[in-house]
C-alpha cells in the first residue's frame, strides 16, 4: 500500500523568520532554512504527497490531536514570542483522509487519538515554520500531530509513531514523510539575556548533552538513546518534553531501528537552546521493540466517545 519515504528531525526557531526581513538577523539563520529547503526537496525526489508534521508548539492536556483540515490559510502572530513571528501569511492544503485514517489505527493499537478534519484550528509554528521553506509552493499536503504533550506517557507517543506508519504502509495510498518538529535541549536564556543568547547554548552542561546525543544518533546507537530518553527529556528541559522524538522513533521502530542520522543542518544555539535538522533514513521494521501503550491499559481508562 503507502510508503513512508523520510522521516527527520528538524529545527522550527523563530530566529529563522527574523533572518528573511531587514535587520541585525537578516541571514542568520541561513544554513538553517537550507536545511529545510534540503529536507523538501527529498521529499519531492521521494514522491511524498503529505508530510505529516509532529508539532511541539500544539500544547494538549487529555488525548493526541490530529489537525487535518482540507485546506489551512491565514496570517499567524506567535503568542509566544509575537516580536520574532509576526503577522507570517502561511497556506498550504490539508489532507483529512489521511489524518482519520492516522488516528483510526492510533486507536487501534491503544493509543487515544482524535482527528480534526473540519476545524478552524490553525496550526503553530511548529507546523508553519518548516512548511514556509519545505512547502512554499503547496506542493505538499500537511498533517499536523499535537507534540507539546503535558501529561502523556512517552511510550505512548512512541506507540503513536508506529501506529502512523503501520496506517501509512497498509491503508493508504500514497507517500508520506514524518517530520518531528523540536529542538534537543530546551533550556530559553534567562529573561533579558535573550540577545546574549542569541546564538549560544545556555549552559556547557546542556551543550555536552546534546552533542553526546548526536553522537549516538550518527553511530545509530538507538539502544542507548531511547533507554536515556525520559531523563534526556527532564534534565535537558525537552521541548515538547521530547514527545515529537518519541513519535518519531516509534515510526522508524523505537530501539530496534538500525539506521544512523545524517545531520543536514549542524547542531546549533538559539536563545539558549540546541538545534539540528537532521534526516533518519526508513529501514523495514516489525516493530517488535516499540513500547505497549501505556494510558489505555489504565484502571479507569474510558475513551473520549464515553466521556464527551
Known sequence: MGKVAL??????????????????????????IDGHVEIGRRCRELGVDTIVVFDT??????????????????????????????????????????????????NEHGVEALAHPATTLGPEYGTLVP???????????????????TVHYLNDSARLGWAMRKAVEEHYDGTVAFLASGSLSHRFAQ?????????????????TLDHSVVDLWERGDWKTFCE????????????????DTAMLLGVLGWSAYDGQAEVVTPYF???GTGQINAVFPVTPQDGHAVPKAVASSADGFSTVATRL
Not at 528531525?9 to 541585525?24: A, F, N, R
Not at 493526541?64 to 483540515?69: D, G, K, S
Not at 529573561?191 to 546542556?206: C, M, Q, R, V
Not at 536515556?228 to 514527545?243: N, Q, T, V
Request: glycine share 8%; net charge neutral; proline share 7%.
Open 7 to 32: 522521516a527527520a528531525k528538524i529545527t522550527h526557531v523563530p530566529s529563522m523568520y527574523l533572518s528573511e526581513l531587514d535587520g541585525p538577523r537578516k541571514g542568520t539563520r541561513q544554513d538553517a
Open 57 to 106: 508548539h500544539w500544547l494538549v492536556n487529555a488525548s493526541y490531536h490530529i489537525n487535518c483540515a482540507p485546506k489551512f490559510g491565514g496570517t499567524y502572530t506567535s503568542n509566544e514570542l509575537p516580536h520574532f513571528i509576526s503577522n507570517l501569511a502561511y497556506a498550504f492544503p490539508g489532507n483529512p483522509e489521511l489524518g482519520q485514517l492516522l488516528a483510526r489505527v492510533c
Open 131 to 149: 512548511m514556509r521553506y519545505m512547502n512554499a509552493d503547496q506542493h505538499f499536503k500537511v498533517v499536523s500531530v499535537s507534540a507539546l504533550c
Open 191 to 207: 529573561n533579558g539575556l535573550a540577545p546574549e543568547y542569541a546564538f549560544k547554548i545556555w549552559s556547557p552542561f546542556l551543550e
Open 228 to 243: 536515556m530518553l525520559p531523563e534526556y527529556a527532564s534534565k535537558g528541559h525537552g521541548e515538547g518534553f521530547m514527545h
Open 269 to 271: 544555539g538559539a536563545s
